[in-house]
């Protein structure tokens, strides 16, 4: 099962900072938090991910609470392209399987 | 587009056909993983190889037969299969390397639909 919790969706407005939230409070001090995201009709295309320490790419930010039971996705400006579902995945530490919650519907508005 | 190559795009097929889907990948990952999303809905885990030997099987029926033939293919063949098996199969290849923080890289996945 599923180990995270995240809104079903938000709104965005084009140019603005879009911050998703995803809680994983019973995640294992080795499992690492993963996001994804997911345009219609296309596979699942990797942002990021993390252990313990805030992780920053060309795509986004990773901000991990100090005790690891939430984190947040920042896509810094949002454009109309970044309209997808994006999924937070905690990686299952004994089994390596990355097994997919429901994700947050993102639509960013013009 | 990516770096996971999925065939054929689109695949429409009778309950009582045989067909396989086709994944390949050259980015020398030898972890290798079949998903499964009907609409709406996520990706659900299917099947994982590693190092070519099946690793996980997430008791999938057996109409449903994966094989490995090298790092760089993973085929799905079908047979039998029920309209409610209709569903986009997505597959991701793997890091094994670097173990549980290697990302996985997806396809854009074969359209199946059974009638």
């Known amino acids: 099962d599923a180990k995270t919790t995240q809104p079903t969706s938000m709104d965005c407005a084009e140019g603005r900072a879009a911050n998703l939230p995803c809680n994983h409070s019973t995640i294992s001090g080795n499992e690492y938090v993963y996001w994804y995201r997911q345009i219609h009709s296309q596979g699942p295309q990797y942002i990021i991910h993390g252990l313990k320490n805030n992780e920053t790419n060309e795509m986004a930010s990773l901000i991990i609470t100090e005790d690891r039971k939430s984190s947040t996705l920042i896509l810094p400006h949002a454009t109309l392209r970044d309209t997808a579902v994006y999924y937070c995945?905690?990686?299952?530490?004994?089994?390596?399987?990355?097994?997919f919650g429901t994700g947050t519907l993102l639509a960013v508005q013009p | 587009d990516t770096e996971v190559t999925q065939t054929p795009k689109h695949l429409v097929m009778g309950m009582t056909n045989k067909k396989s889907l086709k994944c390949e990948q050259h980015m020398g990952h030898r972890a290798m993983y079949w998903y499964k999303q009907k609409a709406k809905k996520p990706p659900e885990l299917m099947f994982v190889?590693?190092?070519?030997?099946?690793?996980i099987n997430e008791s999938v029926p057996s109409r449903f037969s994966p094989e490995c033939p090298n790092s760089s293919l993973l085929n799905l063949h079908l047979h039998a299969l029920q309209p409610e098996d209709s569903a986009l199969y997505l597959c991701?290849?793997?890091?094994?390397?670097?173990?549980?923080?290697?990302?996985?890289?997806f396809g854009n996945g074969t359209r199946l639909t059974v009638t």
């Open positions: 991701a290849s793997s890091d094994t390397g670097s173990s549980y923080n290697s990302p996985l890289h």
């Open positions: 995945i905690v990686r299952d530490g004994a089994t390596n399987k990355l097994i």
């Open positions: 190889y590693s190092y070519e030997k099946l690793s």
